[in-house]
């Protein structure tokens, strides 16, 4: 079993790339809270902001794991 959380963000990429769930999950684990917030800056809306991110992030899911 790996330890995703010990792997570097270039790993978990190649894992990515690979179709591995687990390093997506890890990714957006660590960055979730950033992506979220910049989105909120970005909008200058907590509620559009979480759409846009939440949509975004359904979308990059979508194209990868087709």
């Known amino acids: 079993m790996r330890m995703y959380d010990k792997l570097s963000d270039i ?3 190649a894992l990515l790339k690979e179709g591995d769930e687990a390093a997506f999950t890890e990714i957006y684990n660590r960055y979730w809270e950033k992506m979220a917030s910049y989105a909120i800056r970005l909008t200058k809306s907590s509620d559009e902001g ?11 899911v979508e194209q990868e794991w087709r």
């Open 50 to 60: 979480g759409r846009y991110y939440s949509g975004n992030v359904c979308v990059f």
């Open 11 to 13: 790993e978990l990429t």
